[in-house]
């Protein structure tokens, strides 16, 4: 039980009260009043945390962290089974390290006879790789599965029984087999291969590879490169229109966002982002209008009009918003900040951020789990 002394001054009350409140409200910060018909809910937020090894869980309709997992080092990625059963982590024994000096455009400058990449091999810990799985239900991590070495992204097919990973240090792409938990194919790329997509039509998925500046295109049922395109340095990740016509693909160095031709795999246009964005992570809304893309250092999410690839604006978030997902309605963005330790909660219709939830240990990938029946 807890005694509380008589006040010496409002203000030490008023505090205390606040600190109180935050407390009990799991460490919620509401920025402004939400009017019960916009409150989200029928889902969950899972947010991996890169430095503590866990994954926080949020209640999409309390905006409440609910849970925390111990997953193993290093989680990244991380994605929904389509039955929403299970949450995929991926995990790297890998330490983190300083990412390399920019030259003036913001492209990495490499010192001779080193690859400086973010990545330390010799400090490694490969026993620590794999897929981490985890059961929604219990709230609990089951198992890792083997994924190849340094998974950092990763694509689940349509039918949830292949992953597609990007194996980072050692430039290659995995298809694991989900219920042998076995990699079946490994598919040669370029360096640090990092973001990973499927298409809607499940038959090719894409690999950006940052260091390169290399997008591959990838059959997902032989396993064979297709084709492969040039982007400007240090493409993050992928996401495509809901019709597939369309793959969108931000170059971080260069604060752009790449419009490719997802049918003909060819790169259509080059769309230059506000000023300072770093952009990072890309997402199209549920009626493919709109594309989201999380802006780093800039701490903004910018907003790109699809049917025109104009940008419409950039809406303030966290302490640079890496990871980004949108609930299944279209109404609310998730970004999740690492610096700042919270997951940043934006009203899309009025393009505001309206809370912000504690998920310490620099959260990275944040995913949508529906709620279940």
């Not at 018909?37 to 409440?64: C, H, M, W």
Request: net charge neutral; proline share 7%.
């Amino acid at each position: 039980m807890i005694a509380f002394r008589r006040f010496a001054t409002l203000p030490m009350k008023i505090d205390i009260v606040k600190t109180i409140f935050s407390a009990l409200a799991g460490g919620s910060t509401l920025l402004c009043p939400m009017p019960s018909r916009a409150q989200p809910g029928g889902y969950q937020i899972f947010v991996s945390n890169e430095k503590a090894g866990t994954i926080t869980v949020i209640d999409g309709g309390a905006l409440k962290a609910v849970a925390i997992i111990p997953v193993g080092k290093r989680p990244r990625g991380i994605h929904v089974s389509p039955d929403g059963k299970t949450v995929y982590v991926a995990l790297s024994g890998t330490p983190i390290s300083a990412p390399p000096k920019l030259d003036a455009r913001g492209n990495p400058i490499f010192e001779k006879g080193h690859d400086d990449d973010d990545d330390d091999e010799a400090k490694s810990d490969k026993a620590a790789d794999g897929i981490g799985i985890v059961d929604v239900a219990q709230r609990k991590f089951l198992r890792k599965i083997s994924a190849g070495s340094d998974p950092e992204q990763f694509a689940i097919s349509a039918d949830g029984d292949e992953i597609y990973v990007s194996n980072e240090d050692v430039g290659t792409a995995s298809g694991l087999d989900v219920v042998t938990g076995k990699v079946k194919h490994i598919i040669r790329g370029s360096r640090e291969p990092e973001g990973v997509g499927i298409a809607p039509d499940n038959k090719t998925f894409y690999v950006t590879c940052e260091t390169a500046g290399v997008v591959y295109v990838v059959d997902a049922v032989k396993y064979k490169e297709i084709t492969h395109l040039s982007v400007n340095p240090r493409p993050r990740s992928v996401d495509f229109l809901p019709d597939g016509s369309r793959a969108y693909v931000p170059s971080e160095s260069a604060g752009q966002l790449n419009v490719i031709d997802a049918v003909n795999h060819k790169l259509m246009e080059t769309i230059d982002l506000p000023k300072g964005s770093r952009p990072m992570c890309v997402k199209t809304a549920p009626d493919g209008k709109k594309v989201y893309v999380s802006a780093g250092r800039a701490g903004t999410v910018c907003v790109v009009d699809t049917a025109t690839d104009k940008v419409l604006g950039a809406i303030k978030a966290g302490a640079r918003p890496w990871g980004i997902t949108i609930s299944p309605d279209g109404k609310y963005l998730y970004a999740a900040n690492g610096p700042s330790d919270d997951v940043s909660v934006v009203d899309l219709a009025t393009e505001k951020e309206i809370a912000r939830i504690k998920s310490p240990g620099s959260p990275w990938g944040v995913v949508i789990v529906p709620a279940s029946n």
